[in-house]
Structures are given as structure tokens and as C-alpha cells.
């Protein structure tokens, strides 16, 4: 479903993803996982249209989008929930959610709402609220329910997980288990390996710009070296 | 009686100033930088207007969409070709730019039609109402532009609040990157706010005009400082607050001409911006924000 080919990405002089190569099937949950400033973000951004890469190229259902519009990516299909939510926090969640469907024709938006509200009574509850006005589980749910708008075929989260109680945390990845068995292949980067690794089919790991070692959920939450490195032991 | 006067003339004044910062505003709310071509943009509204009306013998209405339809394609036009390049240059780069532009229209009118000053008919005529047995006198214009002002006011409450365009605008105005991962085109919602921002920077110049009717290059450029002026007053970035601003700059101006000083007007009218930014830095309704990239 997405093919990414020895990209090369440079934020001015620096070399910041350096030749990775990786995959997504359709239906998998794969996971992206690395230290803080391995890249994992900057890999996202540049699958998104965001960023450019210098070389390599990036295929998505079998076209290539390696210089098409972020904005014409995401109406392929491919929604990117970004680091930290970024969502609109002056804006209503409704009017968040009505964003996330701006590819859509305006007469499917209604549909869409009540699905999301179904799937997250909490924003159904808070829908003429201000945004910034949200718990950070909240906005974490947002942003989630705002990226199922569009329908996507494939869903890439950067560290959901990020600054949530454990239980929210939970509550996050089950959320993700349940898009993914609804049909929504998932491209998942995380810093919390454990909770990624497992729930994720196959996982790349990230170091420094390049994949350093990539095998199955199972494999790599059972391997020393990913232990030592991202479990604690 | 003197003091109603005022008051209306000042109001009037103040919806030129709030009509031009409605530009300034939206403008720099999705774009973050100041167009200070913005004022000379006025200028060639007031132009296509004069000349469809006074040389082709046009009616005021079609001279008015005429004027509208130039600054449009004109404000598009100067954000793909001079602010588009210089999307991710320092703001330093984008002002000169601005400053730039503004003096380059300034010139090309010049040159298109001279610094002679044209005398512009009032697209309304001159007429007066008097009330109070005579005592209070309103121009039509003054009317007409207060009415105008408020028109467009509720007109873009209405398309911020409540279209998907408009919305869109507001994303965009508040996190550029998430707003491409929305599907939203970007490039295309700036140069819908510059369309928009333009076309009424038309309006606002055949208003200016019809009340104050001297027609020159430089025609703009003051009261597009105090439309910008206006803007910082009520909170760059906020639509009421471009509103508030312009009105209450321009009643500040005429009660300062009325009651203190001519000279000095508009010396007041920069103190009271300096007091009031000393005391809310981010202008009257403005909100302290921080940008991501
Ligand atoms: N806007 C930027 N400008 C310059 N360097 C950046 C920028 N964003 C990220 N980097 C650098 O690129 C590397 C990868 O960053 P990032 O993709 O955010 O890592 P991760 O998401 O894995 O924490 C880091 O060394 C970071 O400092
Ligand atoms: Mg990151």
C-alpha cells in the first residue's frame, strides 16, 4: 500500500533521514520506533507532502506521490494525525472535525460526524466547545476523530501516545486496534515501544536517519537489543 | 449639536479606516506579514472608479465593480508574484518587499496618470441631510459608508463563521502545516483572502474618495498607515477588532481635529495607539499567540 525507497531528507545542511527504505500492506499495523530525534517525524512529513526528500521516492496505492501537494495526498487516502495534535485550538470541536473532512463533498460531512460522535461520545458532548478549551486526552481524541473524517485507507499517528495518563494511553491504542480491524491500515510511530511493538504486526526501528533493524511485533519486542535499547531492560 | 456632527463624521471616517484594516487583518492573519501595498491598492480602486465614471460615463454601481474587479485580480497578482516567492523568507525580506510594492504603485500611477490630483465625483452625489431644523447637517456619503462598513462586517462574520472557505481561513490562520493535512489548499485560500481583502480595499477607496475628493497617487498611503494603525489598535489578526479600531481611529482623529488641533490630529491619534499598546500589547481584542511551523 506504501512503498517508501531510500528517501534522503535534508533540513538545509542537515542530513536528517538518511536512505530509509520501508513498507505498509494493506490491513497491517506497522510501527515506526526510535529515540527522540531519530527522524520518526520528519520520515511522517515527508510521506505526507510536508517535507520533500532529496532522492528516493514514496509510492501510495501504487502511484507515485513523491512530489504531489499535501494537500492532493490526503485526498488519496493517506490521513497524518502530526506530533503534538496540532489541532485547532480556536476553533470548535465541531468545526475541527468539519476540517477534517474538507476533501469530502459537503453532503457526506453529516454521516461522518455522527460516526466520529459515535465512536467518541466525549467530543459529541464538547462539540460547541473551543478546542483549547479540551483535556489533553481530549485533543488526542480530536485529533483522531478529525483525521477519520476523511476516510482514510491508510492512517499514520505520530506518537499518540505522547503526554497522556496510562489509561488514556490505553484507551488510545485500543482506539487504534479498532480502526484497524474496521479496515484502516495504520502507519504507527511511537515512542513507547512496549505499547507499539505490542499491537503492531511488523516494526521498523529508527536511529539516527536510517533503519537499523526491522522484524515482526513479536520479534523485536522479544529481542535483546531492542530491550536494552527501548524497553528498559 | 457640534458634538453629533462629529461623531458621525468620525464615524464615517472610522468605517474607511475599518474597511481597509478588514484587509490588513486578514491579510495578516493567514499570511503573517504586513502589506503595506494594501493603502496604494485604495488608490487604484479610486482610479478605475474615477475614470469609469467621469471618462467612460459609466453608472457609480458598475464603476464600483469595476473598481472591485481590478483590485482583486491586482491583490492576487501581487501575492503569486512578490509575497508568494518569499513564503519562507525572513519577515525582514517579505516587509521591504511590501514597502517595495507599494512605492511601485505609487509610481506606476504616476507615470499611467500623473501626479496632477483628479477630482472625484462622489459616486452618490453631494447631497446633505438636514435635521433639527437645520442644525444637524449629514452627508449622504457619510450614510452610505457607515452602512457599507457594517454591511461588510456582518458579510465576513458570516463567511468566517459559517463556510467551508471561511473556515478554511481560519485553519490556515492558525497552523499552516495541520491545515495541509486537512486537504486544504494553502496557496489557494491566501490568494482567496488577498481577492477578498482587495476588493474591499476598492470599496473603501471609492468611499474615501467620494467624501474627501482629491484623486493622487499618494491618495493612499496615509490612510492606509492608519488603516494598518487601526489594525494594531484592535488586535491584528481579529476581524472585530480591525472593526473597533478603524471606528474608534477615526472618531479619535476628527474629535482631536475638532476640539484640540488640526496639526495635531494625527499626532493624538498615534499617542492614543502608543498608550494603548503599552497597556495590551496585542491590541484591544488581540490574542497573544504562539506560531508553530
Ligand atoms: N525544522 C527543523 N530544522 C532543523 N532540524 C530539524 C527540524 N526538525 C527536526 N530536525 C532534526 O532532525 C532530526 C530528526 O527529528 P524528528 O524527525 O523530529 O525526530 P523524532 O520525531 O524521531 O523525534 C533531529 O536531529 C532534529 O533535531
Ligand atoms: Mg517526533
New binding site residues.
Given amino acids: 500500500m506504501l512503498k517508501v525507497n531510500d528517501i534522503n531528507v535534508f533540513?538545509?545542511a542537515?542530513h536528517?533521514i538518511k536512505g530509509v527504505s520501508f513498507q505498509v500492506n494493506k490491513g497491517e499495523i506497522v510501527t515506526l520506533i526510535?529515540a527522540?530525534?531519530?527522524?520518526?517525524?520528519?520520515v511522517l512529513k515527508t510521506i505526507s507532502g510536508l517535507l520533500r526528500t532529496k532522492t528516493g521516492g514514496i509510492n501510495f496505492l501504487e502511484e507515485n506521490i513523491t512530489s504531489t501537494a499535501p494537500h492532493k495526498i490526503v485526498e488519496r487516502g493517506l490521513a497524518h494525525v502530526p506530533?503534538g495534535r496540532r489541532i485547532f485550538l480556536q476553533m470548535t470541536v465541531q468545526e475541527n472535525l468539519e476540517m477534517g473532512a474538507y476533501t469530502c463533498p459537503s453532503g457526506g460531512v453529516e454521516a461522518e460526524l455522527e460516526k466520529v460522535y459515535a465512536q467518541f461520545p466525549r467530543l459529541m458532548e464538547r462539540r460547541r466547545q473551543v478546542a483549547g478549551t479540551l483535556s489533553g486526552g481530549e485533543q488526542q481524541m480530536l485529533a483522531i476523530g478529525r483525521s477519520l473524517m476523511s476516510h482514510p485507507k491508510l492512517l499514520m499517528l505520530d506518537e499518540p501516545s505522547m503526554g497522556l495518563a496510562p489509561i488514556l494511553v490505553e484507551q488510545i491504542f485500543s482506539i487504534i486496534q479498532e480502526m484497524n480491524k474496521a479496515g484502516t491500515t495504520i502507519l504507527l510511530v511511537e515512542q513507547n515501544a512496549q505499547m507499539a511493538l505490542s499491537i503492531a504486526d511488523r516494526a521498523y526501528v529508527?536511529e539516527t536517519g536510517a533503519i537499523s533493524i526491522s522484524g515482526t511485533g513479536k520479534e523485536l519486542s522479544e529481542s535483546d537489543e531492542i530491550r536494552k535499547a527501548y524497553l528498559g531492560g | 449639536m457640534t458634538f453629533l456632527s462629529f461623531l458621525i463624521s468620525g464615524l464615517s471616517l472610522g468605517s474607511v479606516y475599518a474597511i481597509i484594516a478588514l484587509g490588513y487583518t486578514m491579510v495578516y492573519g493567514i499570511a503573517k506579514m504586513l502589506n503595506f501595498a494594501h493603502g496604494d491598492v485604495i488608490m487604484v480602486g479610486a482610479y478605475v472608479c474615477f475614470f469609469a465614471t467621469t471618462r467612460w460615463d459609466l453608472p457609480p454601481t458598475v464603476g464600483v465593480l469595476l473598481a472591485m474587479v481590478v483590485c482583486t485580480v491586482l491583490g492576487v497578482l501581487i501575492e503569486r508574484l512578490a509575497y508568494k516567492p518569499l513564503r519562507s523568507a525572513s519577515s525582514l525580506a517579505v516587509i521591504i518587499t511590501a514597502i517595495g510594492v507599494s512605492y511601485f504603485l505609487q509610481n506606476a500611477a504616476q507615470l499611467l496618470w500623473t501626479s496632477n490630483p483628479k477630482v472625484f465625483t462622489s459616486v452618490v452625489g453631494n447631497s446633505l441631510i438636514k435635521l433639527f431644523d437645520g442644525r444637524l447637517t449629514i452627508s449622504v456619503i457619510a450614510i452610505i459608508t457607515i452602512t457599507a462598513c457594517i454591511v461588510i462586517m456582518a458579510a465576513l462574520t458570516w463567511f468566517t463563521g459559517k463556510t467551508k472557505m471561511g473556515k478554511a481561513m481560519r485553519a490556515c490562520s492558525e497552523d499552516k502545516g495541520a491545515a495541509q493535512l486537512m486537504g486544504i489548499d494553502v496557496n489557494f485560500t491566501i490568494s482567496v483572502t488577498f481577492a477578498i481583502g482587495s476588493a474591499l480595499a476598492a470599496i473603501a477607496g471609492v468611499l474615501l474618495c467620494s467624501a474627501y475628493p482629491t484623486l493622487m497617487p499618494t491618495t493612499g498611503a496615509m490612510p492606509g498607515i492608519k488603516a494598518f494603525t487601526a489594525a494594531v489598535f484592535g488586535g491584528i489578526g481579529s476581524i472585530p477588532g480591525a472593526m473597533i479600531g478603524g471606528l474608534l481611529l477615526g472618531i479619535i482623529e476628527i474629535f482631536g481635529k475638532g476640539y484640540i488641533s488640526t496639526q495635531l490630529s494625527d499626532a493624538i491619534v498615534f499617542a492614543v495607539l502608543i498608550i494603548t499598546l503599552l497597556v495590551k500589547p496585542a491590541g484591544l481584542l488581540g490574542k497573544q499567540t504562539t506560531e508553530k511551523?
Avoid: W
Fill in positions: 533540513y538545509g542537515i536528517a526510535g527522540n530525534g531519530a527522524g520518526k517525524s520528519t506530533e529508527l | 511551523v
